[in-house]
């Protein structure tokens, strides 16, 4: 049985930060990449962040690049965020997404170079929320 499940939300003041933190069992955690996607009310998912199998290649959003910093733990099967500086703007529900077909590395949407969002699956989200 697969099992993502995201923690670490909670509600803090702009230039805070937090960690959030994923776990993941029922999969080859250390053979997949793995993303950080983020939805605010009334807006599309976005994919804020994503990190290859082994960790040694990364992908931000413009939106958090030199705040946000994704990491991970293939022996703990465990995904991290750490967001620095945060702004308002932060405020969504994070979702952790583990690829699918033993996909390795992160792949970008061809002409924007967004995170493509073809990640198999997903956690439940946990909320942050920034104020001012």
């Known amino acids: 049985q697969v099992q993502v499940v995201e923690s670490g939300g909670g509600l803090v003041q702009a230039g805070q930060s937090l960690r959030l933190t994923c776990t993941v069992s029922?999969?080859?955690?250390?053979?997949?990449?793995m993303a950080w996607f983020r939805q605010a009310p009334g807006l599309e998912r976005q994919g804020i962040s994503c990190?290859?199998?082994?960790?040694?290649?990364?992908y931000y959003a413009d939106s958090v690049k030199g705040r946000f910093t994704i990491s991970r733990d293939n022996a703990k099967n465990t995904l991290y965020l750490q967001m620095d500086s945060l702004k308002p703007e932060d405020t969504a529900m994070y979702y952790c997404a583990a690829a699918a077909a033993a996909r390795r590395y992160c792949t970008a949407v061809a002409g924007t170079g967004e995170l493509k969002d073809d990640f198999g699956y997903w956690g439940q989200g946990t909320q942050v929320t920034v104020s001012s």
């Open positions: 029922g999969l080859p955690f250390d053979g997949l990449a």
């Open positions: 990190i290859s199998y082994s960790g040694k290649s990364t």
